[in-house]
């Protein structure tokens, strides 16, 4: 059962970060702080509701304490190399985080068993899915704000 309550809630609630990603950015950009600053607290928070969405439903609520910083780092180094090639839209450097973090879950991540001996290929698309889902949900109102902050601050 937690399953589909962990898959329908990561389905929903991407679709709605999706959809209100520029609303939401500009809700964090209120915070008094620099574009690099609300982009890292909006990925902590993000990546504390990842965690504990996905920890919850594998039956604890720990939240590993590691991956919380490396997440939101990860993520902003993806939005500060947008910044650097300048990037017009959060696309290329979704696409380049997704990627990484697919290469990162495979070799190193906790998961790496099985997607290096996955059970059958529904398992292993499943869990390429999933992760992609994991890793935009975590980065897409950081990459917003990084990426598109200044031009977001101009239409308010």
Same mark, same amino acid.
């Given at each position: 059962m937690s399953f589909f309550l962990t898959v329908g809630f990561y389905?929903?609630?991407?679709?709605?970060i999706v959809r209100y990603r520029r609303e939401l950015s500009r809700l964090f950009m209120k915070l008094p702080l620099s574009l690099t600053w609300v982009a890292f607290v909006a990925a902590i928070l993000f990546s504390i509701i990842e965690e504990g969405v996905l920890n919850l439903a594998s039956g604890t609520l !720990? #939240? /590993? +304490? %590691?991956?919380?910083?490396?997440?939101?780092? !990860? #993520? /902003? +180094? %993806?939005?500060?190399?947008?910044?650097?090639?300048?990037?017009?839209?959060?696309?290329?450097?979704?696409?380049?985080?997704?990627?990484?973090?697919l290469l990162f879950e495979a070799f190193l991540g906790?998961?790496?068993?099985?997607?290096?001996?996955?059970?059958?290929?529904?398992?292993?698309?499943f869990g390429i899915v999933l992760t992609f889902m994991t890793y935009a949900y975590v980065s897409i109102i950081s990459l917003t704000i990084v990426i598109e902050g200044e031009s977001l601050k101009i239409q308010d």
């Open positions: 389905v929903v609630t991407l679709w709605l !720990f #939240v /590993l +304490v %590691a991956t919380v910083p490396v997440l939101a780092i !990860f #993520v /902003l +180094v %993806a939005g500060k190399l947008g910044r650097l090639f300048r990037a017009r839209s959060i696309r290329y450097p979704l696409i380049g985080l997704l990627t990484t973090g906790g998961h790496r068993e099985s997607f290096q001996h996955p059970d059958s290929w529904g398992t292993l698309v």
